[in-house]
């Protein structure tokens, strides 16, 4: 079964451009959220969707930011403009809609995004 | 507002020894779920072991065991025989009231761990 799987792996982009990082989570799983974490901060939370509906979009930093998950399958995260301290890895994480025990959450590996 | 403290940034560990990961929290809630994670250099976020706040009993899987101490608000987590493979960045997190949907995490600044032969 394949895992979460994040593109780009790493983004290279310059102050007042746009890029989109797209997420793809494990099939059948509900529950998506955005994590980032920026140089020398922790991770946090960005938003969670339920199938294709924003649950919580607390962590969203500002108008810059745009998530989406058309039809409920993969979200896109879109940075317009990109600002120097957007710069971090995005992880994505996905987790099924009736969720075990654990509450486990299923993690990609990050886009790393880089703006100069 | 919760807070997730892990006061080590980085530390070595010899090859099949144990280690202990600190991890502090503070929060509110009642309920909640506190969280391991192993982050290898290839990125993703692996996650290890889990504990409920009202599980007495500590949480083991495998060479991993939480050490769950309430009143101190501490989740240490303790790698035993330890092996090359397990040098990584080790994150401790929690997630919000377990009544409350969806699994918010907040996270620690994280340890990295390397074991040396």
């Known amino acids: 079964e394949a895992g979460v799987t994040q593109f780009p792996s790493h983004s290279v982009i310059e102050k007042g451009q746009t890029v989109t990082l797209r997420c793809d989570p494990i099939?059948?799983?509900?529950?998506l959220y955005w994590y980032r974490r920026v140089m020398g901060k922790e991770i946090k939370f960005l938003l969670h969707?339920?199938?294709?509906?924003?649950?919580?979009e607390s962590g969203m930093p500002n108008n810059r930011f745009l998530a989406e998950r058309t039809g409920g399958t993969y979200s896109t995260l879109k940075v317009q403009p990109a600002e120097l301290e957007d710069s971090g890895v995005y992880f994505c994480?996905?987790?099924?809609?009736?969720?075990?025990?654990?509450?486990?959450?299923?993690f990609g590996e990050g886009s790393r995004l880089t703006v100069l | 507002a919760q807070k997730i403290t892990q006061t080590q940034p980085g530390m070595f560990v010899q090859e099949k020894e144990a280690v202990t990961l600190d991890c502090t929290y503070d929060?509110?809630?009642?309920?909640?779920?506190l969280f391991w994670y192993k982050q290898p250099s290839s990125g993703e976020m692996i996650f290890l072991i889990y504990?409920?706040?009202?599980?007495?009993q500590n949480a083991t899987e495998g060479r991993y065991s939480l050490n769950f101490q309430k009143a101190r608000k501490s989740a240490n987590l303790v790698i035993s025989a330890s092996q090359l493979g397990d040098s990584a960045m080790y994150f401790c997190?929690?997630?919000?009231?377990?009544?409350?949907?969806?699994?918010?995490?907040?996270f620690g600044g994280g340890t990295r761990v390397l074991v040396k032969p």
């Open positions: 994480a996905s987790s099924p809609g009736q969720m075990a025990n654990t509450g486990e959450l299923f």
């Open positions: 099939s059948g799983h509900d529950n």
């Open positions: 969707f339920v199938k294709e509906s924003k649950q919580d």
């Open positions: 929060t509110s809630d009642q309920s909640y779920g």
């Open positions: 504990q409920g706040s009202y599980d007495e």
């Open positions: 997190a929690m997630r919000e009231s377990l009544k409350a949907a969806g699994n918010k995490l907040t």
